[in-house]
C-alpha cells in the first residue's frame, strides 16, 4: 500500500481566502456535474477525507453516498468528520466490493492520475455504475506550472501524481472508455467529464452539456 498522501487534506484544509474559493469553484463545478445526472445513490471512489462526498451531500441531501478508499487513515478522518452525511469503508479502486450497477452515478474526483492501472481502476468505476461516470483529472501542463510554483514557496507539497492528461489527451482517454462523454470547460486547471456507462437513451439536460 502505498505511503499516506496529506496532499489533498491540506489543499481542503487551507483557510485563507484565495485557496478556499478555489478549492470551492471546483467543488461546485463538480456538484453541478453530477446532479445533472439526478442520482439516489452516489460512489466517490477515492473519496480521500471526505470532503468531496461531504459537499454533495451539504448540496443536495436526497442522494446516499457512499465513499471508499484505500488509504485507512483517510477513511478514519472521512468517518469522523462526515460520516453523519456518507457511509465510508476502506477499499481499493482495483477491486470495489459492490455487486454490478450498485450506484446510479460514480464520481472519481482527482484520483487517476495518482493510480498505476488506470485500465483496472476505469474497469471498475464502469462495472459498478449503473448509470453514470463522473471523472475529473488536473489539466496539464497548467496544473504541473501551478504545482510547481506552490512548492517551490513551501505551499504545498508533492501531489504525487504518475499520470497526466492534455485538453486533448484526456478527451481521447474519455472516449476510448465512454460511448458518449461530455466535457465542461469550466474550470482552468482542473478538466472534468460525465459520461454514460451504457447505449441506452438517457442524455443530460441539454445545458449541461
Not at 468531496?52 to 477513511?75: E, F, K
Not at 504545482?147 to 505551499?155: E, G, P, T, W, Y
Not at 465542461?184 to 486547471?189: A, C, F, G, P, Y
Amino acid at each position: 500500500m502505498a505511503e499516506y498522501n496529506r496532499s489533498n487534506r491540506q489543499k481542503h484544509s487551507r483557510k485563507d481566502p484565495i485557496s478556499r474559493w478555489h478549492v470551492r469553484s471546483v467543488m461546485e463545478v463538480l456538484y453541478q456535474l453530477v446532479e445533472s445526472t439526478n442520482p439516489k445513490t452516489v460512489l466517490d471512489a477515492g473519496c480521500g477525507e471526505g470532503f468531496v462526498s461531504h459537499y454533495l451531500a451539504t448540496r443536495n441531501d436526497s442522494m446516499s453516498i457512499t465513499g471508499v478508499d484505500v488509504q485507512p487513515q483517510a477513511i478514519e478522518f472521512a468517518k469522523k468528520n462526515f460520516g453523519e452525511v456518507a457511509t465510508y469503508q476502506v477499499a481499493s479502486l482495483y477491486s470495489l466490493p459492490f455487486s454490478d450497477n450498485s450506484f446510479d452515478t460514480v464520481v472519481c474526483s482527482q484520483v487517476l492520475e495518482h493510480v498505476d492501472d488506470v485500465e483496472a481502476a476505469v474497469a471498475e468505476l464502469k462495472r459498478v455504475a449503473r448509470r453514470f461516470v463522473v471523472i475529473t483529472v488536473p489539466r496539464e501542463p497548467y496544473f504541473k506550472y501551478i504545482n510547481d510554483l506552490a512548492r517551490a514557496i513551501r505551499f504545498s507539497d508533492d501531489p504525487g501524481h504518475v499520470n497526466f492528461w492534455t485538453s486533448s489527451d484526456f478527451q481521447v482517454f474519455m472516449r476510448g472508455h465512454f460511448k458518449q462523454p461530455r466535457f465542461t470547460r469550466k474550470h482552468v486547471i482542473y478538466q472534468l467529464s460525465v459520461a454514460l456507462v451504457d447505449s441506452n437513451n438517457e442524455s443530460l439536460r441539454p445545458d449541461e452539456a
